[in-house]
């Protein structure tokens, strides 16, 4: 938020906007209303001078996002996975961000390799083919390995790319800023949280020693989930700016004609999509968060690869589980204790009526079920959800917003390969097997085993803390630091606790 280049920044991106013709495509495409419409005109007409020109050999909105950098080219792509949002023919054009942006030069590529990896690349691989991919952050190059001839991909980040995610991000702080001051009612989504988690997440995409970490993370993870593959990591021929993958040899989620060629059921393949973050992101709690179909290709054998993993999504289990228990009310369409999760977990205000809110739920909910997908309007759907959640006071949730914008692409790329899906059956079996394990009774007595273990650690400990405790007690002018002070409550119960496992069963369970 700092100096003005960041106000003329956000002015350009209106009136490049503009100049493109790009206003008036994404003003349709989210139904924007009349009083939008002129507002966006009004600021956007008078500085069309200012407007970047772009590609014209592109449709205006993926010439616009082009023109504007590589934090709007993000945002373009989440579009590209949503035509029952943005509207087939949109969606169709933004396509094009996912993979098949402008390269940049091979003898870069080939400079920037070897000043990382401190060898010539002649050294390293015996073939290196122009770039194969080209997208927002990186692009990737076909090589193959003198030592072993295996084939691999190489992904190489764009030269200044930091940089230019520094200044645009800057630029959306600054409209964050602008947006809860001007607008009060928007402090609950907390615009400015939302670019500060934003920031995070591309920062660690920008270093691809992270991403090689979290490729390995999700390949051992998903090493027993039938029907999915992830590339192996070669760590020795990977840095922060370079990140060698096996090479993923299929055909890409967003080319259906040969999809259906090579003779896979799309209706599968949509399921499995989907039921496959499920897992990942309830069973194992860090998902792959980039899911759209220019990361995503299909094996010869039908297997799903994933690769490009530079934006990983991690929920702690207590996280899970209430995503879970909200996703099984839905499908159960119990509004009463999908509304008692929300209470529960803090993300309803308390003084809201909780039989109100399960009413507004259930006017969300119902049009889903036993509806064809093809004519639920995902669009009038999230923009009564928004309404619902501006009633009751709900607040943006950092730590879920990754989940839900990878939920949201995800039920895109599903419903890309089978139109007709019904997101809550395909969902049912995956979280009614996750609810089973976590939330019932062995899920307990698995609990109750954990705290032990964690009292147990703590009976060394036990007497020096009542001590300390006591004497605390004994002489208030001289109280304990804050973190080793001990609650009487928490006290009490750690030697209750403590008392009835004994040393010997807390040796056992360690």
Do not use: C
Request: a neutral charge; proline letters at 6%.
């Amino acid at each position: 938020m700092k100096g003005p280049h960041n106000i003329i920044r956000l002015i350009r991106t209106g009136a490049t906007l503009e100049r493109t013709g790009a206003m008036d495509v994404v003003l349709e495409a989210f139904r924007a209303p009349p009083r939008l419409r002129f507002a966006a005109r009004l600021l956007g007409w008078p500085f069309k001078w200012l407007g970047l020109q772009g590609d014209l050999a592109l449709p205006p909105a993926t010439r616009a996002l082009t023109a504007l950098g590589p934090a709007y080219i993000k945002f373009g792509q989440v579009l590209s996975t949503r035509p029952d949002i943005v509207g087939e023919e949109l969606s169709e054009q933004l396509k094009y961000l996912q993979d098949k942006l402008p390269p940049f030069p091979t003898a870069k590529a080939k400079a920037m390799i070897e000043a990382e990896l401190e060898q010539p690349v002649s050294a390293i691989f015996s073939e290196f083919s122009e770039p194969v991919a080209a997208a927002s952050i990186a692009q990737v190059h076909r090589a193959r390995l003198v030592d072993t001839g295996e084939e691999v991909a190489v992904k190489v980040l764009r030269p200044g790319i930091e940089r230019a995610f520094r200044k645009d991000v800057d630029a959306f702080y600054l409209a964050a800023a602008w947006i809860e001051r001007l607008a009060p009612f928007s402090r609950r989504l907390r615009p400015v949280e939302v670019i500060k988690h934003f920031e995070g997440v591309v920062i660690d995409e920008l270093d691809l020693r992270l991403e090689s970490s979290a490729a390995a993370e999700f390949a051992a993870n998903t090493a027993k989930d039938e029907g999915f593959q992830v590339p192996k990591t070669h760590w020795f021929l990977s840095s922060r700016n370079v990140m060698t993958l096996g090479w993923a040899e299929g055909i890409g989620l967003n080319d259906l004609a040969l999809i259906d060629a090579a003779g896979h059921d799309r209706r599968v393949l949509g399921a499995r999509v989907l039921q496959l973050f499920l897992n990942h992101a309830l069973r194992d709690g860090f998902f792959h968060a980039d899911m759209h179909q220019g990361n995503l290709k299909i094996a010869a054998n039908g297997d799903i690869i994933a690769y490009d993993f530079g934006i990983m999504g991690r929920i702690d289990e207590y996280t899970r589980r209430v995503y879970a228990e909200i996703l099984m009310g839905f499908i159960r369409k119990d509004y009463r204790r999908v509304a008692e999760v929300h209470f529960e977990a803090g993300y309803v205000p308390p003084d809201r009526d909780i039989d109100e809110f399960a009413r507004a739920l259930r006017a969300v909910g119902e049009p889903i079920f036993g509806m064809d997908a093809s004519r639920i309007s995902m669009a009038r759907l999230l923009a009564y959800l928004f309404e619902v959640t501006e009633r009751f006071g709900m607040e943006t949730r950092t730590e879920l917003i990754l989940l839900q914008r990878t939920m949201v692409v995800v039920e895109g790329v599903a419903r890309s390969l089978d139109p007709h899906i019904n997101i809550w059956q395909v969902a049912s079996p995956i979280v009614e097997s996750y609810i089973r394990e976590t939330i019932g009774p062995k899920a307990v007595l698995r609990d109750l085993v954990k705290t032990a273990r964690v009292l147990a650690r703590f009976g060394p400990r036990l007497p020096a803390l009542v001590e300390a405790q006591l004497i605390r007690t004994g002489n208030p002018t001289t109280p304990a630091p804050a973190d080793r002070q001990v609650k009487p409550a928490l006290l009490a119960l750690m030697l209750a606790l403590a008392a009835a496992l004994g040393l010997g069963v807390g040796k056992f369970l360690l």
